[in-house]
């Protein structure tokens, strides 16, 4: 089956200091991958996906992830971060019975100025 | 990216009583709509699919009486959490299929059952 997993419930960082979320994923065959944020009591925001090509993508607010097939991870990066990062942060990868995403727990990321 | 709307973003009900949340893709027309569900501190979890003209297909241990879907055109999904109960207070978002590997996500709906 499908999964994916963040084993980070909480991630704090400083501002001005580079940030990591981790993800790893288990699917069969090409996976494509996702990251999503979130801000309380609201929807789910895009940031970048993977799904052929470099293995580094770039995405929005100057985010970044890097798809690595040998450790089946998708870690999102960022190389210097903002307190308005604080949220709450998805991997999620397509490969549900329907199509549908398939989403970790999510980790929280706590910048503090 | 697409703009997709619902409404309401929050509403409160009493117990027993139906509630419907609708979602539109206000750019683009979505043939397959995914609700999911997420509970607080927790994850998104898929409830039901539907496509554009048919019936919608729904998770184990999601009851397709009690979460009525209608998909009745390609910019518009209904959600109905009917007789709804305490347990169903939770954050209903819905995502419409923009295509094969492109899901966009509605702002969410909070519902909650007093």
């Known amino acids: ?113 | 990216g697409a703009v997709v709307s619902q409404h309401p973003s929050r509403v409160i009900c009493k117990s027993g009583t139906s509630v419907k949340i609708e979602c539109r893709s206000l750019d683009f027309q979505a043939t397959t709509m995914f609700w999911y569900r997420q509970f607080p501190k927790q994850s998104l979890m898929l409830m039901a699919t539907s496509n554009e003209g048919s019936k919608a297909t729904y998770e184990q241990g999601v009851e397709k009486d009690k979460f009525l879907i209608n998909h009745a055109s390609l910019t518009l999904s209904t959600l109905t959490v009917t007789s709804a109960h305490p347990e169903d207070s939770s954050f209903y978002i819905c995502s419409p299929r923009g295509g094969p590997d492109t899901q966009y996500f509605g702002p969410g709906t909070r519902l909650t059952v007093l």
Request: proline residues 5%; glycine residues 10%.
């Open chain 1, 1 to 113: 089956a499908q999964s994916v997993a963040q084993p980070e419930d909480q991630v704090n960082v400083a501002e001005g200091n580079p940030l990591t979320v981790k993800c790893t994923y288990s699917v069969s065959g090409n996976p494509y991958l996702f990251w999503y944020v979130q801000y309380p009591n609201r929807g789910l925001q895009f940031l970048l996906k993977y799904i052929t090509g470099d293995n580094l993508v770039k995405g929005s607010y100057g985010f970044e992830a890097e798809f690595n097939k040998s450790q089946t991870s998708f870690h999102l990066k960022k190389p210097s971060a903002l307190v308005s990062d604080s949220a709450l942060y998805f991997c999620a990868v397509e490969g549900g019975s329907q199509g549908n995403l398939i989403f970790g727990k999510g980790t929280k990321l706590s910048v503090k100025p």
